[in-house]
């Protein structure tokens, strides 16, 4: 079903499909080039109608928060949705430059072939005469095609034929912040920029819950609060629990804060496993928050310390600061393009001489990780304390 403000409901549709029920005959009739990196950019007509396209994750959608914000800017009259995974739905929800928010669930309502084309069809109905993709996908460019989308912009790659407009994949370089990649795909629309910032909107129901939440808490208007969140999407990119819970044991003896756990309820072990192996009481909020409810909570806190994951951009974007731990060495998962945007930020890299890193099948014991002591994220997390606020 497609949702959001300005989106027309869901409709019934024969349970039968072949791409000709689509009305297209040949998808390979859109390849004018089999070349198609080398292809020339052909002019675009002035939007009317903006689809801005991220199918993956937190972290992903909240860096992307500035394209909508320069696509208004170059266009205060021109209708802008976004399409993103429920997870993210809260993410954009609520962005005053998005129109907006369709959601396309890929792993439940939409996983199938028919039931996708039919999400495509109900898109088509929206009449949108542009489409942003701002991270390739298969997924991604086959439903902007299939929605008759006329201008769809984005990467050669991964079924990029199927794109009007390409511009070379490099984000495997990992040369500059993700936020300045998405931005980059504006320049066919004649848009440059690099001024704007990520953003997240706080929900008023959201602020009012964490509030009560807190109350509840006895946590009082003068406490300071330092929250964690002790996951990540890969094994190569977390820390250790019990280092965490050093830290934060530390962080309560000598800097007198309360901390709170943070983590989705796919991960909330990892933050039981953090309140375990303390020697003081911890707010463990882990698997409780919605998105929006995640932002409020960071928003009252002076720091985050997290595994390079979805919070850390949460919490940049509501402007606290993030001491940052990095495992992996590689180019196109570096501090230099998933790094927190802003400033104030404290990224912890420990260099291990790796050649090519091999993620979750690393062969010398995560060493990238087990090589950061507690003191130096200690330190890190005392230093930003110890700012003036």
Request: hydrophobic residues 40%; glycine residues 6%; aromatic residues 6%.
């Amino acid at each position: 079903m497609i949702q959001g403000k300005g989106a027309k409901g869901s409709e019934h549709w024969n349970s039968r499909f072949s791409i000709a029920d689509c009305g297209i005959e040949n998808p390979q009739s859109a390849i004018r080039n089999p070349q198609w990196d080398a292809c020339p950019t052909p002019s675009i007509p002035v939007p009317n109608r903006i689809l801005v396209v991220r199918l993956d994750r937190v972290g992903d959608v909240i860096l992307s928060t500035p394209v909508p914000d320069a696509l208004r800017q170059s266009y205060p009259q021109v209708f802008i949705a976004m399409l993103v995974r429920p997870a993210c739905q809260e993410v954009v929800q609520g962005h005053p430059s998005v129109d907006s928010v369709i959601v396309y669930d890929k792993e439940q309502a939409h996983k199938s072939v028919p039931n996708t084309i039919r999400f495509a069809l109900q898109l088509r109905a929206l009449r949108f005469d542009t489409a942003i993709v701002l991270h390739p996908s298969h997924r991604s460019h086959w439903i902007p095609w299939l929605a008759q989308i006329p201008v769809r912009i984005g990467y050669a790659r991964k079924g990029g034929w199927l794109l009007t407009h390409r511009m070379p994949h490099r984000k495997q370089e990992g040369r500059m912040h993700e936020t300045l990649y998405t931005l980059e795909l504006l320049k066919p629309l004649g848009i440059s920029t690099t001024a704007l910032r990520p953003r997240i909107a706080i929900l008023p129901q959201a602020e009012s819950r964490i509030v009560s939440i807190l109350r509840e808490a006895s946590v009082d208007s003068t406490d300071r609060l330092v929250a964690i969140h002790p996951s990540a999407s890969c094994v190569s990119k977390r820390w250790m629990p019990e280092r965490f819970a050093q830290v934060a044991d530390r962080l309560i003896i000598e800097e007198k804060v309360r901390i709170c756990l943070v983590a989705g309820s796919e991960d909330a072990r990892y933050a039981h496993a953090v309140a375990a192996r303390m020697r003081f009481s911890v707010l463990n909020f882990a698997g409780r928050l919605r998105m929006s409810e995640l932002a409020a909570l960071l928003k009252r806190c002076r720091l985050l310390i997290s595994n390079d994951s979805g919070p850390v951009h949460v919490a940049a974007a509501v402007g606290i600061p993030v001491v940052d731990i990095f495992g992996r060495n590689q180019s196109g998962l570096s501090p230099t393009r998933w790094g927190p945007w802003g400033e104030g930020h404290v990224i912890l890299h420990k260099e291990v001489g790796c050649v090519r890193c091999l993620a979750h099948a690393c062969d010398i014991g995560f060493l990238c990780l087990t090589s950061l002591s507690v003191d130096e994220v200690y330190q890190a997390a005392r230093s930003v304390l110890h700012r003036e606020h």
